[in-house]
């Protein structure tokens, strides 16, 4: 029997491990269409500055919205958008939506963080890609974050090296996504050009009851000048811990679940004029 699981700001269904296995295998071959069909979308989530005060940005999420099988999360095409070699036509698509679409906004742009896969970092073409589309669309490079995993670092290439420097060099920001969960390494922090540490949700979730990681985390970060995202933060009382730990950003369902560019639209008008936060989320 199929069950129903929450996940974010969708329900999706978690059929028994077979059923699952024959739909992901299904989703892959329509994977290569997903684009041509217009079926992909980007939702934004919010990250707002320490205290909950103001919004810094959004990142930009991919979801695929499935004619048969409804919205569906990241996590369930990603990996075989890598598999199948698509996933920087993905990640790039997201990136020109998201810059089209935020351009829209009234106001100084946004903050905006796109993730991009490690395969990326594997073509020097890389930068000239990310920079057409912020000319084409007017974006402002001081304003775009890439979101990297610690992963890549650890390949240790001279390409990687080579196209975090042109970032730097063009004005983007390099953070480190779910910064905690792989193999870090310290020297490739002080090594490389990199600008923040997005510290993973799963310690966000601890910093009431253990305050220590979180702390040096943000000690290391701010010893190297990199500032510090807060992934994941679901509670006031890990508003009040992350704040005093000394983290400049926080993001999570607390402020917002991702949205959608309409839905995000009602929220930064709530936001910006001061009237307060659901506390659940925007579909709680
Ligand atoms: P991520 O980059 O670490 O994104 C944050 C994930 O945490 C999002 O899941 C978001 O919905 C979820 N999240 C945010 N706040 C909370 C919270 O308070 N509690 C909980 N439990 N979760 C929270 P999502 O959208 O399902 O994305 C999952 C992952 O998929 C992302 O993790 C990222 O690694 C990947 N992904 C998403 N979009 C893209 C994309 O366009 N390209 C690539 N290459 N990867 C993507
Ligand atoms: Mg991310
Ligand atoms: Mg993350
Ligand atoms: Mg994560």
Known sequence: RAKAQRRGNY????????????????????????????????????????????????????????PVHGLIPPADFIVLAEERGL?????????????????????????LGVNFSARHFEQPIM????????????????????EITERLLLTNSVLVLSLLKQFQEGGMQVAIDDFGTGYSSLRYLQQLPMNIIKIDRSFSAGVVEKPEVV??????????????????????????????????????FLFSTPLSFPEL????????????LRGEGSDG
């Not at 491990?17 to 290569?32: A, F, I, P």
């Not at 996933?87 to 903050?111: F, H, K, N």
Request: hydrophobic content about 40%; proline content about 4%; charged content about 20%.
């Open 215 to 252: 702390r040096s985390i943000v000690e290391l970060a701010h010893t190297l000048n990199m500032t510090v995202v807060a992934e994941g933060v679901e509670t006031f009382a890990q508003v009040q811990a992350l704040t005093a730990l000394g983290c400049d950003y926080l993001q999570g």
């Open 265 to 276: 639209q009602s929220w930064l008008e709530t936001f910006q004029s001061g009237r307060p």
């Open 11 to 66: 329900v999706i269904f978690e059929p028994a491990m077979r059923e699952r296995q024959v739909l992901l295998l299904g989703l892959q071959s329509e994977l290569g269409q997903a684009l041509r069909r217009s079926e992909l979308r980007v939702h934004y989530q919010p990250v707002v500055t320490k205290g909950g005060l103001r919004i810094s940005g959004v990142e930009a999420l991919i979801r695929w919205q499935h």
């Open 87 to 111: 996933v920087c036509e993905l990640d790039l698509w997201v990136l020109r939506e998201a810059c089209t679409e935020l351009m829209r906004l009234s106001g100084p742009p946004l903050g």
């Open 127 to 146: 930068y000239e890609q990310v920079r057409k589309i912020l000319d084409d669309t007017g974006y402002p490079a001081h304003k775009l974050i890439l």
